[in-house]
T-cell receptor, first 116, second 118 residues
């Protein structure tokens, strides 16, 4: 595997289900991100992890719960979602440089989520 | 005010011709980075090109170049010799500050749809 991978690519779930999205980066990066892309809206940053520590939570509802067990893996746990949460969820990774600044973000293919 | 503005409607270009996709940005931070990404129908966001606010030269990457006009706060993407595979959504994004810690996030524009005609 190369780059950033995401599974599953497509997910349909009911509002009472619990599911998880998985992201894995094979680039040796140490920062990972979750973005949400809804129809006709710009990408919205959800969470940022630097060195496995969450550094940004962009006012995301608690029904979305991120987990970053190590620098290569990022999960997004989903429970009691709403139909308006249907969107493309994109994961990205980047390298935190020696200076502390962040390099270019590279994205995975996304998970297309539909909430019924 | 929007930080990244992409106002062009769907763009069409003939194969092998050049096309310019517009992007204007708004920031008071003297240090920032500008990015262009391509998103085909498959959904993946593909990094194309980067321009730093202190870079003296316009960035180029193969058929992609960035027309950076700092005073006008514009960062237009130029694609030369368009190919059918260039048909996609194109997003302009900005990172404010040096990208440290919480400032590592990108702010995206709404995107522009480009269709390349054979």
């Amino acid at each position: 595997e190369t780059g950033v991978t995401q599974t599953p690519r497509h997910l349909v779930m009911g509002m009472t289900n619990k599911k998880s999205l998985k992201c894995e980066q094979h680039l040796g990066h140490n920062a990972m991100y979750w973005y949400k892309q809804s129809a006709k809206k710009p990408l919205e940053l959800m969470f940022v992890y630097n060195f496995k520590e969450q550094t940004e939570n962009n006012s995301v509802p608690s029904r979305f719960s991120p987990e970053c067990p190590n620098s290569s893996h990022l999960f997004l746990h989903l429970h009691t979602l709403q139909p308006e949460d249907s969107a493309l969820y994109l994961c990205a990774s980047s390298q935190v440089l020696v200076s502390g600044s962040t390099d270019t973000q590279y994205f995975g293919p996304g998970t297309r989520l539909t909430v019924l | 005010a929007q930080k990244i503005t992409q106002t062009q409607p769907g763009m069409f270009v003939q194969e092998k011709e050049a096309v310019t996709l517009d992007c204007t940005y708004d920031t008071s931070d003297p240090s920032y980075g500008l990015f262009w990404y391509k998103q085909p129908s498959s959904g993946e966001m593909i990094f194309l090109i980067y321009q730093g606010s202190y870079d003296q030269q316009n960035a180029t990457e193969g058929r992609y170049s960035l027309n950076f006009q700092k005073a006008r706060k514009s960062a237009n993407l130029v694609i030369s010799a368009s190919q059918l595979g260039d048909s996609a959504m194109y997003f302009c994004a900005m990172r404010e500050g040096r990208g440290t810690g919480a400032n590592s996030k990108l702010t995206f524009g709404k995107g522009i749809t480009l269709s390349v005609r054979p």
